[in-house]
């Protein structure tokens, strides 16, 4: 199983990007994925999470409203539009799957995890 997350760079305060994350090797649409980050000396905290249904998603407090996350079964891709970003947004961003037979959006217990993209954001 491998994850792929792309689309991290840096950007200034109120940009928008969008990350991407191809998974390959598994059924993907068998697996809830979710996004979490790490911001430099903090724990990696959970952002946001779709299930195997594309209609079921969860997000953490801190980014409902501006950040929404995606999939394309087809593509066997999972995306989060970012949009209005702030300076404390700055992390690594990963995306994780995690095999489930519910089509509900998981927040913990994810099996395998991506190497993690960068995005830096200026004040």
């Known amino acids: 199983v491998q994850l792929q997350a792309s689309g991290g760079g840096l950007k200034q305060a109120g940009d928008s990007l969008r990350l991407a994350c191809a998974v390959s090797?598994?059924?993907?649409?068998?697996?809830?994925m979710g996004w979490f980050r790490q911001a430099p000396g903090k724990e990696r905290e959970f952002v946001a999470a779709?299930?195997?249904?594309?209609?079921?998603?969860s997000y953490a407090d801190s980014v409902k409203g501006r950040f929404t996350i995606s999939r394309d079964n087809a593509k066997k891709s999972v995306y989060l539009q970012v949009n209005s970003l702030k300076p404390d947004d700055t992390a690594v961003y990963y995306c994780?799957?995690?095999?489930?037979?519910?089509?509900?959006?998981?927040?913990?217990?994810?099996?395998?995890w991506g190497q993690g993209t960068l995005v830096t954001v200026s004040s």
């Open positions: 090797g598994v059924t993907f649409s068998n697996y809830g």
């Open positions: 779709i299930g195997r249904n594309v209609a079921s998603t």
């Open positions: 994780a799957a995690k095999f489930t037979f519910s089509s509900l959006p998981h927040k913990t217990g994810y099996d395998v």
